[in-house]
C-alpha cells in the first residue's frame, strides 16, 4: 500500500523546523551497527534533528534511547541480507523466511515515516538494500544507506553494490576500506558517498579484581565469524602449559542455534573449561571487564 501521498516531507522540513529522520535498525542493541547508531543519534543537535528508531530484535536499545528521549518502534517484520566470500547462496536461502516478509516491513515502516511525518529515511546496514526499494516506492523519500560490511568480489556483493547505488541518495561507509570495496563493485556510479567513522562509547577502566588474564571474544557464534578457532588457540594453549588465560565468549549463534552446543561439546570433551568461557550476548561490551553480561533463554 503506497503512502506517499500523505507525506509531507518529500521536499525537505519547513524552514526553521527541525529534519525529521527514520533509522532503521536490525539488532535492538546487540550488535555493533545498533550500538554505533545509538552512539551517533545521542550526539545529535535535537533543535535540527528529531530522530524515530525502528528495529527488528527487542534489545537494550529501547531503554538507551528512551533515556534520551528518542522514540523507538519494533518492527520484526524487517529482514536482511550481506553475502559472505563463501556459501552466499546457502546464506541467502537461509534468509528467505524472513525476506519474505520484507511486504510487510517496508508497509509498516511506510507507516511510520507517516505518522513521524519523517523528511528522510536511513537504512542502517547495507543488509538492508531488497527492502529500500519497497520502502522508498512507498514513501518517496530521500534515502541514507550505511554500509559496514567488507562485501565479496563475487555476483552476489555486485548485486547488493549496485541496488544499493540505485536506491540510495546518499551513502555512508564506516572506514575507507568498504568504501573501496563498494566503489570496485558498482563501477561507475554518482551516488553521493563518504566515510563516517564509527563513534566508540566513553572508555571503561577494567576491573582489577580478575586474577586471571581474559582474552575476550565479542560477536555471533557462527561457523563462518571462525569462532570454532577459539577452541583451537585454547587447545594449543593447554598443550604447551602456557600461563593462565582465559577466552571469554560473548555473543550467541544466530545462523546456526546449534553451533554453540557444537563447541561446548569440543570444550568438554577435550577439558578445556579452564581456558573457554561462553558468557552469552552482552548489551555493554565496553564493561566486559566487571563480567556484567544480559543472558537470552
Known amino acids: 500500500m503506497a503512502m506517499t501521498a500523505s507525506i509531507r516531507s518529500v521536499e525537505g522540513p519547513a524552514a526553521g523546523a527541525p529534519l525529521r529522520t527514520l ?61 559472505r566470500a563463501r556459501k552466499a547462496l546457502r546464506n541467502l536461502v537461509a534468509s528467505v523466511p524472513r525476506l519474505r516478509r520484507l511486504d510487510a516491513a517496508a508497509d509498516a515502516l511506510a507507516g511510520l515515516a507517516r505518522s513521524h511525518r519523517a523528511d528522510l529515511v536511513h537504512l542502517n546496514y547495507e543488509g538492508l538494500f531488497l527492502l529500500a526499494g519497497k520502502l522508498k516506492r512507498r514513501t518517496g523519500l530521500p534515502m541514507a544507506i550505511h554500509c559496514r560490511a567488507h562485501l565479496p568480489e563475487s555476483r552476489w556483493g555486485r548485486w547488493v553494490a549496485r541496488t544499493v547505488a540505485r536506491e540510495a541518495d546518499h551513502v555512508f561507509f564506516i572506514s575507507p576500506k568498504e568504501k573501496a570495496r563498494f566503489e570496485a563493485l558498482v563501477g561507475d556510479s554518482a551516488v553521493p558517498r563518504e566515510v563516517v567513522w564509527n563513534i566508540a562509547p566513553p572508555l571503561v577502566a577494567p576491573n582489577a579484581k580478575h586474577t586471571v588474564p581474559e582474552a575476550i571474544y565479542l560477536g555471533s557464534i557462527d561457523p563462518e565469524k571462525g569462532t570454532d578457532r577459539l577452541i583451537d588457540i585454547a587447545a594449543a594453549l593447554q598443550s604447551a602449559d602456557a600461563p593462565p588465560l582465559l577466552i571469554a565468549v560473548y555473543g550467541r549463534a544466530r545462523a546456526q542455534p546449534s553451533s554453540l552446543e557444537s563447541l561446548r561439546r569440543r570444550v568438554a570433551a577435550a577439558r578445556l573449561g579452564d581456558r573457554t568461557a561462553f558468557r552469552g550476548p552482552t548489551a555493554e561490551p565496553q564493561l566486559w571487564p566487571s563480567r556484567k553480561t544480559l543472558r537470552l533463554p
Open 23 to 83: 533509522h532503521v535498525d536490525i539488532e535492538g542493541g546487540w550488535g555493533g551497527s545498533s550500538r554505533s547508531l545509538y552512539e551517533l543519534i545521542r550526539r545529535f543537535d535535537r533543535d535540527r534533528i528529531a530522530p524515530l528508531v525502528a528495529h527488528r530484535e527487542s534489545g537494550p536499545v529501547e531503554a538507551r534511547y528512551a533515556a534520551i528521549g528518542v522514540p523507538t518502534a519494533r518492527v520484526p517484520e524487517i529482514g536482511s541480507y550481506v553475502p
